[in-house]
T-cell receptor
């Protein structure tokens, strides 16, 4: 039973446009959510996170939105750049304090930025 | 600052053989994680250490997998005997308390 779902295996976006990556979760105990970015042959790198007490967190070109009632979060990248081409993993934790404990990852979405 | 170091990068073994992976976390990071990432899946936590103590090993197949972190720094993950379904990338990560995790490049294991 997948507790964190990323239903789009891949997404193609034109350079300069907005990329929107979606993630759904089923476990109501999740309290902290993260996005990781992964390039081929490298480990995932932390991108941005959000606590369940917030509905939005912004960091430069990256914004994460959380809709707790719908158990849905999304990552917006504006504007999209070629270097954003990577696999993006959504992850969730039951610990509200943040950190990397107890993470459950989705399967990932491969974002391709077209020139 | 040096990142999380893992070795080897690649390993090919026959089923029923044993294999070991090594991880050196970022200096000062008390928490160390081992993840298994099967092709097409997200990383799955196998074991978490806090210094040299195990915090969570609920998803570690203990009949064949073992891990240790004897001095609270380096860690090894062992599989004995390996099965075909163990083919995956094994990722090590480390973190300070209540902070983001930093991942190593991983070890890609192929069991034939």
């Amino acid at each position: 039973d997948q507790q964190v779902k990323q239903n789009s295996p891949s997404l193609s976006v034109q350079e300069g446009r907005i990329s929107i990556l979606n993630c759904d979760y089923t476990n109501s105990m999740f309290d902290y959510f993260l996005w990781y970015k992964k390039y081929p042959a490298e480990g995932p790198t932390f991108l941005i996170s959000i606590s369940s007490i917030k509905d939005k967190n912004e960091d430069g070109r990256f914004t994460v939105f959380l809709n707790k009632s719908a158990k849905h979060l999304s990552l917006h990248i504006v504007p999209s750049q070629p270097g954003d081409s990577a696999v993006y993993f959504c992850a969730a934790s039951p610990y509200s304090g943040g950190g990397a404990d107890g993470l459950t990852f989705g399967k990932g979405t491969h974002l391709i930025i077209q020139p | 600052e040096a990142g999380v170091a893992q070795s080897p990068r690649y390993k090919i073994i026959e089923k029923r053989q044993s294999v070991a992976f090594w991880c050196n976390p970022i200096s000062g990071h008390a928490t160390l994680y081992w993840y298994q990432q099967i092709l097409g899946q997200g990383p799955k936590l196998l074991i978490q250490f806090q210094n040299n103590g195990v915090v969570d090993d609920s998803q570690l197949p203990k009949d064949r997998f073992s891990a240790e972190r004897l001095k609270g720094v380096d860690s090894t993950l062992k599989i004995q005997p390996a099965k075909l379904e163990d083919s995956a990338v094994y990722l090590c990560a480390s973190s300070l308390e209540i902070a983001e995790a930093f991942f190593g490049q991983g070890t890609r294991l192929t069991v034939v």
